[in-house]
Structures are given as C-alpha cells and as structure tokens.
C-alpha cells in the first residue's frame, strides 16, 4: 500500500513536469511515449517487484497477435488471449493468497491491461475489417485504421498516467493527447466567436487537479477513520445476528457499505488526477462554458450517492470499466447482452467465488428493476409530490439493493455469503423473480 501511493504520488509530480516540459510544444511524439513508457516500467517494477513481468509477458503476446492476426479475428485473439491469462493469475492468487486481497497486488494492472488491449483490438478490427455503415457512430469515431507502431503501443498499455490504476482509455484519444491535438479536437467543437473569443482558449487542468485532490484527501481520511471501524465481516457475526433485528441489520449493512467506498473514492480519483496534471482527460465544455475534465473519471460520487435506480448507480460506478464492458461485451454480444456483461465483468474481476453470487445477483435485479420502472414510474409523473415519493422510495431501494448486492464481493467467499443471505432471508432474490413473474415485460425506452 506505501508503494501503491507513493508511486502515484511521484506519478503527480511527473505528470505536472511532462506537463510543462515535455509538452507537445518543447517535445517531439516519440520523446512524449518513450518518456512515458519507460516512466512506467519503472513504477510496475518498483511497485510490484518481480511481479511485473506478468504484464510485459502479456503485452508483447497480445502485440504479436495484432501484427500476425488476421484483421477479421483480431478481436477474438487478443480477447481469448488476454482475459485467458488474466484469469490463470487470477486462479494462482486464490492458491497463493488464499481469499486474501492484497490491494496492490500485480493483478491490478493486469486488470487494466486487459481493458487496454481489448478495447484497441476490438477497434482495430473496427476501423480494418468493418464498414463504417455497419458501426454504430461511438464505434466509427473511435475505429483505429492503422497498427500502431511498437513504441505507440507501448505507450498507450504501460505508460506512467496510468500503469498503476487506470482508468482505461481509447486510443484514439491517448494518441492525440500525446501529439498534442487532444484538448484543440473538443474545444473545435464549441463556435468560440460567437461566445466572444479572437481565438481558440488554453484551458489549464490545475483547477480540476486541486479539486480532484481535496477529494481524494477527504477520501483517504473517511478511509482511515470508517472502513477499519466497521469491518463487512460484522454483518454474519453471530452474536450480532442474533440480537439484532432484521431492519436494524438492514440499516448496518448500508453503513459498512458507505464505509467500503471510500478506498475506491481515493484510489480512483487519485488517477483521474495524475492523469489531468500530465494534460490528459479534457472532454469540452458544458453548457455553462466551463470546461470539464473528466474524460478519464472513473466514478461520479453525487449520482452514486443520490442514485434512485440500479442502472443509475452501476453508471457512474467504475465508469471507464462499464463503458469497456460496453464497447467489447454489450454492443457485440449476439445474444443475451446484459447476462453476458455481468459474466464478462465477474471473470474479469478474478474466480473468488463472491464476485459470482454479485453479479449474478446483479443480473437479476436490473432486470427486475428494468420492469419496474418500464411498468410503473409513469404512473407518478403526474404531479410533484409523487414524483418526489416515487424517488424517495426508489433511491431507498436502490442503495439496499446495491448493499445487498456487494456484500459478496467483499466477502469473497461461499460460506459468508450463504450465511448472510440466509441472515437476510435472500429477500432480494424472492422479490426480483416475484417482480419478473407478475409484470409484463415491457420495451425499455431507449
């Protein structure tokens, strides 16, 4: 864990100096990706020690694959490959750990090596083997019509932004951001003549990096004083479960659930950061004019904390995991789109049998609130209040069944699992089937 924050602490300080002397302006494209690419190796191999050699053995494999491949299977190569040896480091930890996480462990980055390789490959065979009237407009803008070279290549999967926690990018965007056409392709998109401006605006990151700091420090405080004070593992407690009531346990499992989060809020945050110091993660202007910085952010904490349906909450959690899930699952799936993302995002997560019981926990009550929302919210758009006690209820629902959900991912295990379902009498489960055998199943707005 110190090598985990110290590293992307120096990553920061990086990130500012790549910034300011090594920008597209004093630097050439190949001195900005060896810069970052040797940047990185240096992080993997100080962080996680002989361990980082997973990630070389499958970078070099997968960039192999995409120069011998041919273009119509390139995609299916490189994601057979990478989620294949992904998923043997992922079975050598169980044996090795033995259900314990160590939470900087090498898997980590492999994780978002995998997204990386993935995301390019299935891109490549966009822009190569595709027609652009057979993709969607997403999958046009972002379809890669050449190979990129080995250094290119490189960059993009190991480089210092973000070998250590992501998030995941296209790229298209990392490419343009190291040759300097990244923040001028998104302010193109806004007439500046007629908001007043002789020319194009330079706008800084520093602002979003200081905001994004302030959180990632209150983050690391709700860190230390809640998450060691309530432990998940107090919920199947027997002495707890026995003298506490059920809407009691109900409301202790959405506290030890808040207080699990914030390791990912500091974690996460503290990525997106690094990566707006070094200029990368520009995503326009909104409508007020103010420019945003959150191409890369992994996570919005006000819509997960407000979120009043499932679907909202799984959005703007891991936001850069979700969209990959997306781009290689979702949109590709022949069949059964939404089972197979869930199942393509439990076996990427690793094989402890907790993050099955979530996910496939979590098929079932998206679409049980799919058919709630499809069959009875316009029943209360009719007037203020009840549109206000329909998301009342909603957002109450939505946060214990994403407690509900969870709790096996953090228990890892089959038998605290089974026993805190039995603990909550796997009243989710009952209600989800109930709700899919006595609605109808509507078409989802689109």
Not at 183 to 199: A, P, T
Not at 289 to 317: C, H, P, Q, V
Request: contains cysteine; aromatic residues 16%; charged residues 15%.
């Amino acid at each position: 864990q110190i090598n985990f924050v110290a590293c992307q602490l120096f990553a920061l300080l990086a990130a500012f100096w790549f910034r300011i002397y090594l920008g597209p302006s004093h630097a050439s494209s190949a001195v900005r990706h060896a810069f970052a690419t040797l940047f990185g190796i240096y992080f993997a191999v100080f962080c996680f020690g002989w361990y980082s050699i997973h990630l070389f053995v499958l970078v070099m494999m997968n960039y192999g694959i995409m120069n011998m491949a041919s273009i119509p299977n390139i995609h299916r190569y490189s994601f057979v490959v990478a989620m294949g040896y992904l998923t043997l480091c992922h079975i050598s930890r169980i044996y090795i750990f033995h259900y314990g996480i160590l939470t900087t462990d090498f898997s980590g980055p492999l994780m978002i090596i995998t997204q990386k390789i993935t995301t390019l490959a299935c891109q490549l065979h966009d822009g190569i083997g595709r027609q652009a009237e057979e993709l969607t407009a997403e999958q046009n803008r972002l379809a890669v019509k050449t190979r990129p070279s080995l250094l290119e290549y490189l960059s993009y999967l190991l480089n210092f932004m973000s070998i250590i926690a992501g998030p995941c990018s296209n790229y298209k965007d990392y490419i343009a951001f190291i040759e300097g056409r990244h923040v001028h392709m998104k302010l193109l998109e806004v007439s500046w003549k007629q908001k007043g401006y002789d020319r194009l605006p330079d706008p800084s990151p520093t602002g979003a990096v200081m905001y994004k700091l302030c959180i990632t420090l209150v983050s690391l405080i709700l860190f230390l004083t809640l998450t060691k004070n309530f432990p998940m593992a107090y919920i199947i407690d027997n002495e707890f479960l026995d003298k506490t009531p059920f809407l009691s346990r109900l409301g202790y499992l959405y506290v030890v659930t808040q207080a699990a989060k914030p390791k990912y809020y500091f974690a996460w945050t503290l990525a997106d950061a690094v990566n707006n110091a070094a200029g990368y993660g520009f995503s326009g202007v909104d409508e007020k004019g103010t420019f945003r910085w959150d191409l890369l952010s992994n996570l919005n904490i006000w819509n997960i904390e407000t979120a009043t349906s499932f679907k909202m909450y799984i959005e703007n959690w891991n936001i850069q995991t979700a969209a990959w899930l997306k781009r290689v699952c979702y949109d590709r799936a022949p069949w059964y789109p939404t089972a197979l993302t869930f199942i393509l995002s439990a076996l990427w997560h690793g094989i402890y049998p907790g993050y099955y019981f979530t996910f496939l926990t979590g098929i079932l009550i998206t679409l049980a609130a799919r058919a709630i929302r499809n069959n009875c919210r316009y029943y209360f758009l009719s007037s203020v209040p009840l549109k206000i006690a329909y998301d009342v209820v909603t957002w109450v629902a939505t946060q214990l069944a994403v407690c509900y959900t969870v709790a096996p991912f953090v228990m890892l295990a089959v038998e605290p699992t089974i026993k805190f379902y039995k603990s909550m009498y796997f009243h989710m489960h009952v209600l989800s089937i109930l709700v899919l055998l006595v609605l109808p199943i509507r078409p989802q707005a689109h």
